[in-house]
């Protein structure tokens, strides 16, 4: 079925939306970037607790198909994208790397759901004290301190500096 017929029905109506409104090659450009988020979300999981630097590789990638695929309507996933990347960081003692995740991470997750949701107020305990995170300090292979995020850095060069280990 093509797209915007999916909402034909008994009113015959035609979505119009931003997706469905696009043009074929549009939509199919689209359709690889969402598979490869998916791919990206079974990567991660494998890779998350022994291959770090992928792991984080692969999470800032699925940030920017997000970003680039659903602009300011990726929901909760980037607030679930950010809080791994913390834990990931959190899990090597990168204190400095994780705490920049994690104010992402709940700040995503409160635009989203709410102060009172109950994901909001665990991704905040977990900002608040970073050792909450599952794996926390399990190499400290990284080790920084919170008070060592760079200042100074702009745009690309502190996101490169977030995203990338070297």
């Not at 800032?60 to 198909?65: A, G, Y």
């Not at 989203?112 to 909001?120: L, T």
Request: net charge negative; glycine share 8%.
């Amino acid at each position: 079925m093509a797209y915007g017929g999916h909402q034909r029905g008994h009113w015959n109506f035609i979505c119009s939306c931003e997706t469905c409104a696009s043009s074929s090659y549009e939509l199919r450009r689209g359709d690889i970037k969402r598979a490869r988020i998916t791919t990206l979300q079974n990567q991660i999981i494998e890779r998350a607790e022994i291959q770090h630097e992928g792991c984080l590789k692969d999470l800032r990638e699925m940030k920017e198909l997000l970003q680039d695929v659903y602009g300011n309507s990726t929901g909760a996933v980037l607030a679930c994208v950010y809080f791994i990347a913390s834990e990931v960081a959190a899990s090597q003692r990168d204190l400095a790397r994780s705490s920049v995740f994690a104010e992402r991470a709940y700040g995503e997750r409160l635009m989203c759901e709410g102060e009172d949701h109950p994901f909001v107020l665990k991704y905040g305990e977990v900002r608040d004290d970073l050792t909450l995170h599952y794996g926390y300090a399990s190499t400290n292979f990284r080790e920084t301190q919170v008070d060592t995020v760079p200042v100074g850095l702009g745009g690309e060069d502190f996101e490169d500096w977030l995203w990338t280990w070297e």
